[in-house]
């Protein structure tokens, strides 16, 4: 690790000089842009059974027309970090876009490893644009978490909003997305991409995430409302959403496989494995 020191009062102090993303920013510093990225699904295979495989992404996806809106609801995990070599991330989050387009817009929450350390972020991205995290919006495992994503015809821009239903703190952000097809609405389990040019990076051991209304007790979440429907997952016709499971990659070995939705269709589960 490099170090940065300067002359005080005639003592040397010095402290970690921390590596700069393309943006200038320090990754993993809440409130500035992070050297990963999250985004569109990866690797994607569509059994056509309702059922798909991604090597970043785990979780549901709806597929429709012209959605304005997005929302979720879960539980942030404890990450395992014991025996971690190197850095994990895993990321939970709602949004729209990214399963057959190429923009997302989304926010959520993050359970990341740290060599050994645990660190736990709020954080939104209107994809292409990069990562930012809510310095502004502490996180805890155990919390649970309200998020959407909302677009307005009028001003044709997409509002994410996060809360902490736990501690009542909340963070939104309003930005116009150029390209943004509105495609697909998504509840996502996701290891992230790109730091250094290479593959998915490893996904953290977050063990179980419980998403919806039937775990988090936040009603109305689980939600989405395109040109044609507005209601849970479970609303849209069967050949509209897609169950997706991740798959191991040569970068990111760890999977992560989803229930089948709930009974009222709104909530599922999804686990890590290795």
């Known amino acids: 690790m490099r170090f940065t020191c300067l002359a005080i009062l005639g003592t040397l102090a010095c402290w970690p000089a921390f590596a ?76 729209l876009d990214g399963y057959s387009s190429s923009t997302v817009e989304q926010t959520g929450t993050l359970s990341d490893c740290v060599g050994r350390t645990a660190v736990y972020s709020a954080w939104y991205e209107f994809y292409p644009q990069g990562l930012i995290e809510i310095g502004s919006l502490p996180v805890k495992p ?54 250094n040019g290479g593959g998915i990076l490893p996904l953290a051991d977050f063990g179980t995430v419980n998403f919806g209304a039937d775990s988090t007790g936040v009603s109305g979440t689980n939600f989405a409302t395109d040109s044609s429907n507005s209601g849970s997952i479970g609303s849209f016709l069967s050949v509209n959403y897609v169950e997706i499971n991740k798959t191991g990659s040569s970068s990111s070995p760890q999977t992560s496989t989803c229930t089948a939705l709930s009974s009222d269709g709104t909530s599922f589960s999804c686990t890590w494995a290795n």
Not at 41 to 57: M, P, Y
Request: aromatic share 10%; glycine share 10%.
């Open 142 to 195: 155990g919390d649970i978490m309200f998020a959407s994503v909302v677009y307005s015809t009028s001003t044709e821009k997409f509002t994410v909003t996060i809360k902490d239903e736990t501690t009542g703190k909340s963070y939104s952000k309003s930005a116009s997305v150029s390209g943004a097809s509105r495609s697909s609405a998504e509840w996502i389990a996701e290891a992230p991409c790109c730091t």
């Open 20 to 95: 700069q993303d393309s943006n200038g920013a320090s990754p993993n510093v809440p409130g500035k842009k992070a050297v990963r990225q999250f985004g569109l699904i990866r690797d994607k295979f569509d059994h056509g059974n309702g059922t798909a495989e991604s090597t970043n992404w785990s979780g549901y996806a709806v597929l429709g027309s012209s959605f304005t809106s997005a929302s979720g609801s879960w539980v942030v995990p404890a990450v395992n970090c014991s025996g971690v070599r190197g850095d994990q991330y895993s990321a939970f989050w709602v949004g």
